[in-house]
């Protein structure tokens, strides 16, 4: 592969490995459509429409029922243009002198005149529901797909396929935008060619099945080539995920350091254009697919077609048709032909975009599967005792448990200290006592209320979680304190958690204090600095003012004097709750009342301070480790 952009490309060195390869092993790896057959899409139809009419109706429904009237007026007003046609050619071609051939003609003309001009108002009123309607239905399904996502357990993020399933329902919702346009086209081709074929078949009726026969052929290649489009839209999935992530990455301000002090911008674009490539390889393959299914029908649509011409000239030598009729039967195969072909056309483009809403569908009936279900059992409003019983946990894919066999009981008043080496299990135990994560064996108990019965909403209005990856929202800076949910009309809350963390100073100086905007990225945002960032973490945590108070590494990036600050805090308001502090900074564990000491998910040691530094366990180890620097 040729080596673009990346600065390591030098012939001594290795080149930058290609970005890892997303193959579909999972069980959603298999293209739902491969072995679907043309007349099973063609039954597709009618549900899509049905789906996209119920989907409608519930959001606009004065749009839907004008749409529907313009639609059935542009129809009948097709017909009315066709039968009108044949009326003045039989007045144009009859005998007569000229002026008395047009005057004769004179009335059915002004009705042709008439009904296309009616026609033509519907058929843009039609354009005007549908410009009602879609907004509201994108605006809808976007919500929905947001909402779905933030609710799921969060264990259905490590699930097979979730991410790529919700990828291709992302596609879904921006297809949602041609879901009632394909639908009202649809069905004005449909109306159309209905009124147009009624005509036909009046003239003549060998007309009609000659004319099925020269669209049919183009109706057959649509629908393949949209099964071809979809295909490669389905290996590129994942690649797709892949690269907008990585495009994010690439480009987000607050990673903008990294990247250039280190010198990675080459390889970044490297492997951005690598995912590119390959999604561009997958699509270009597709093109001679694609074509030579067009070709194909063409020709035999094209062969139908002058079978059909050749028909009607047979029919008006032999006098089988009046010349009259057959001058209308000219005009009325053009205006069918144009109604069959727009109806396969948009039938395809309807069969198309029900691909991708059923890939949307299939992802909210999942996600609706994996929202909490676990029971309406609540937790009171004081927390007297946590209690974890024999917990278990095992993330999906992995082999080891990441917690195994956890018992620990944690009261009101004390505070308990967490520590471990890396992947020890910390962060897991702590998503398994505040419910994010549900035990696979073992209770936890809040005071008594398992917490696999409990609604979880009532768990995590008593929790307040400082994580070790906490979020840097762009929200102002009283939003990234109170975090949307103010408790008082005044800011003297916000301001008492800002003196906490010993943000005073810092946020009046800053542009409009508590309203300034904290995304640099966004016109008139500031940034804050990571230390800062960190304080106002604790800051929202410390706000909430929960039974259940869970710091994981929360002064990491503080400096000394606001590390103190943030613990002698802590240790002030701990009487009226249950804390727990996540460290590896060992004198941190001096203001805890107990220690628990994680190995590999177990618990490997606990007790007081005192107690673990001279048990020559674990604890010993790691503090003797920490000085010794
Ligand atoms: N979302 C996840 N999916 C799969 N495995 C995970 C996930 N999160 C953690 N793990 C695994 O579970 C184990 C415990 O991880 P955990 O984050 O609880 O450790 P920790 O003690 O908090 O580590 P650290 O000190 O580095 O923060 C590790 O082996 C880790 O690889």
Redesign the pocket.
């Known amino acids: 592969m040729t080596v673009t952009d990346a600065s390591t490309a030098d012939p001594k060195t290795p080149p930058p490995p290609p970005p890892a390869t997303i193959s579909f092993e999972g069980k959603y790896g298999k293209n739902p459509l491969a072995e679907a057959s043309f007349t099973a899409m063609c039954r597709r139809l009618p549900s899509v429409l049905g789906h996209t009419a119920r989907m409608a109706w519930a959001v606009d429904r004065p749009g839907v029922v004008l749409l529907l009237v313009c639609q059935l007026l542009t129809g009948a007003m097709a017909a009315v243009v066709l039968a009108f046609t044949a009326q003045a050619m039989t007045h144009l071609l009859g005998t007569g002198t000229v002026p008395e051939r047009l005057h004769g003609a004179l009335p059915a003309l002004a009705v042709v005149t008439a009904a296309a001009g009616l026609g033509r108002i519907g058929s843009a009123l039609s354009s005007y529901a549908d410009g009602r309607i879609t907004p509201l239905l994108m605006t809808g399904t976007d919500i929905a797909l947001v909402a779905a996502v933030c609710r799921v357990e969060a264990s259905a ?2 699930e097979d396929g979730f991410a790529d399933r919700q990828e291709a329902a992302e596609v879904g919702v921006t297809r949602t935008r041609y879901m009632v346009q394909d639908s009202q086209r649809f069905m004005a081709a449909l109306i159309r060619m209905i009124a147009a074929s009624g005509v036909i078949t009046v003239l003549h009726w060998t007309m009609l099945p000659l004319l099925l026969l020269a669209v049919l052929p183009a109706g057959i290649g649509a629908v393949l080539s949209a099964r071809v489009d979809y295909e490669t839209h389905y290996l590129n999935v994942g690649d797709r995920n892949v690269r907008s992530m990585m495009r994010w990455w690439a480009t987000y301000a607050r990673y903008g350091d990294e990247v250039r002090a280190n010198g990675m911008t080459g390889y970044l674009i490297y492997w951005y254009r690598a995912l590119s490539d390959r999604i561009d390889r997958r699509t270009l393959a597709a093109a001679p697919r694609t074509l030579r299914i067009v070709l194909a029908t063409s020709a035999l649509g094209g062969v139908f077609l002058l079978g059909t011409w050749a028909a009607l000239a047979w029919l008006a030598a032999t006098g089988r048709v009046a010349l009259p009729v057959a001058a209308t039967a000219v005009v009325a195969v053009q205006t069918t032909l144009a109604a069959l072909s727009q109806f396969i056309i948009h039938g395809a483009a309807l069969f198309h975009t029900s691909l991708y809403l059923a890939d949307m569908r299939s992802f909210l009936d999942m996600a609706r599967e994996r929202a909490p279900k676990r029971g309406r059992s609540v937790i009171p409003e004081r927390v007297e005792e946590i209690r974890l019983d024999e917990v278990v946990y095992r ?4 082999d ?1 448990p ?2 195994d066999g956890v018992s620990l009981t944690l009261r009101r008043g004390e505070i308990l200290a967490v520590v ?12 398994l006592i505040t419910g994010i994560l549900l035990a696979d064996k073992g209770r936890v108990l809040w005071d008594g209320v398992d917490l696999a019965h409990a609604d979880p909403d009532s768990v995590w209005r008593r929790t307040a979680l400082v994580p ?1 990856n906490f979020a840097c929202w762009p929200l102002r800076v009283r939003e990234n304190i109170t975090l949307g949910q103010p408790r008082t009309y005044d800011d003297a809350p916000v301001w008492e958690a800002v003196d906490a963390v010993g943000m005073r100073e810092a946020v009046e100086n800053l542009p409009k204090q508590l309203d300034t905007l904290l995304a640099r990225e966004l016109w008139g945002g500031v940034e804050l600095s990571g230390g800062q960032w960190q304080r106002l973490a604790c800051a929202r945590a410390l706000y909430r003012q929960t039974p259940l108070l869970i710091l ?2 929360p002064t990491s990036q503080m400096d000394p004097r606001g590390e103190h600050q943030i613990f002698g805090r802590i240790k002030a308001i701990a009487g009226e709750r249950i804390t727990i502090i ?1 460290t ?1 900074r060992l004198e941190n564990t001096k203001v805890a009342d107990h220690i628990v000491v ?1 190995d590999q ?1 177990r618990i490997a040691e606990q007790g007081r301070y005192e107690d673990l530094v001279h048990a020559g366990g674990v604890f010993a180890d790691l503090l003797r480790l920490s000085r010794e620097r």
């Open positions: 993020y490590g993330y999906p894919g992995k080891e990441a917690v471990g080496e890396n992947g020890s299990g910390k962060s897991t135990l702590v998503k070790q994981d590494e996540i590896h994680m998910g």
